[in-house]
C-alpha cells in the first residue's frame, strides 16, 4: 500500500462530501465501524464526535483507525485511509461539528447541546479502487 502524500485525484476526491465509514479497534481486537462525516485537510482528517461515542473511547485506547470513502454516486470508486488519531480535542464551541454539518448539510449541526470532540488523523498508507 503507497504512503502519502495522495496523488491529485485523490486530494480532490476527498475534498468533495462523500460518505464515509470509520473502522476502530474494539479491546478485543474486532473492528468496530460507524458511518460518519470527515473532512480532509493538508493531508489529514478531521472527524467529530460526541463525546459518549463507542469509537471515542475506543480511539484513546488505541489510535489505530481506517476510513473508507465511498464515491456518492458511484461505490465502486473509493479510498482507503488508514493511519492513527494524532490529537483528540474537546470542540466546546462546537467549530468543528459546524464545519462538518456545513460541508454536509450546508449550516450548522442542529444538536448544541452535547459535549463533541474532534479527532484529526494522519494518514500513514492508502488505497484506492477506480479513481482517477
Known sequence: MPEPPLPPDLDTFLARPNPAVVATLRPDGAPHTAATWYDWEDGRVLLNMEESRLR??????????????LDEKDWYKHVTLMGRVVSLEDDPDLVDIDRLSQRYRGGPYRVRDRKRVSAWVEVERWYAWNIG
Open 56 to 69: 471515542l473511547k475506543f480511539l484513546r485506547r488505541d489510535p489505530r483507525v481506517s476510513l473508507t470513502v
